[in-house]
């Protein structure tokens, strides 16, 4: 899928299963788990939710320093990027799975946890690449772009801070929206390697194969998870 789909994807899915996932503490029997949640579903910390959940959904494609998504930052997500290639074999292999998923959501509440500027630069990232994502930029300016990105990062972080976003749910977000990538490239005609390191992948299911950048996606996909968005916002944001 393109950097859009699967932005869109993750801030779909995020507002999607919000209140599920503040029922979850306690319907699990273990209401201490509830700080994984925080108030995820007051209006600030849904809106960062979806923005960050948006950006995980293109984390698992920093393994591509081809992608426009590895130029984010400029050289630095471009640099991260060939590190995240090299040590996952490529593209398409370990950060495309179920395992890169649940360590990528565990990580990022451990290192959120307990550092405050590893939180803030996760949080800085992911608002950057939902940003890029969805098309913000200079087209054929990788420079430019990248300082557009900066920019808007900075002010939607400051924003956030000043509404008092806790992010006790970065770990949950980040996680959810890396699956959503999986399953979302699994759509594909190539599939993903979901148990990585278990060779094999899966494509779920067999007989869509969607085509990467073709019409299907650009004409229907795109616009139809755009709308879904737009609709679960207002939803969420509605007063009860």
């Given at each position: ?26 319907a ?52 991260l ?32 946890d307990?550092y405050?500027?590893?939180r803030d630069i ?5 608002i ?11 087209p ?11 920019g ?25 929206g ?9 759509l594909?005609?190539?599939?993903c ?15 869509i ?32």
């Open positions: 899928m393109m950097g859009h789909s699967h932005a869109l994807s993750g801030a779909a899915v995020w507002l999607a299963v919000a209140p599920a996932l503040v029922a979850l503490p306690d699990l029997g273990h209401p201490e788990l509830a700080t994984l949640t925080g108030p995820i579903l007051t209006p600030p910390e849904l809106v960062a939710g979806a923005v960050v959940c948006a950006g995980a959904a293109m984390l698992p494609d920093l393994d591509h320093p081809s992608a426009t998504i590895a130029q984010t930052f400029g050289p630095v997500t471009w640099l990027s060939k590190g995240v290639n090299f040590v996952s074999g490529g593209h398409r292999h370990a950060t495309h799975s179920l395992l890169f998923s649940v360590l990528a959501g565990v990580g990022a509440h451990l290192l959120g307990r405050a500027i590893g996760l949080v800085v990232l992911m950057g690449l939902a940003i890029r994502a969805v098309g913000i930029g200079v054929g300016k990788t420079l430019t772009s990248a300082i557009v990105n900066v808007l990062t900075a002010g939607l972080f400051l924003t956030f801070m000043t509404l008092g976003v806790t992010y006790s749910w970065l770990g949950l977000a980040i996680g959810v890396c699956l959503v990538h999986v399953i979302g490239d699994c594909t005609e190539r599939g390697p979901v148990l990585w390191p278990i060779q094999g992948r899966w494509l779920l299911p067999w007989d194969g969607i085509k990467t950048g073709k019409a299907f996606e650009k004409q229907f996909l795109g616009p139809a998870l755009s709308i879904v968005v737009i609709a679960l916002f207002c939803l969420r944001l509605m007063p009860a």
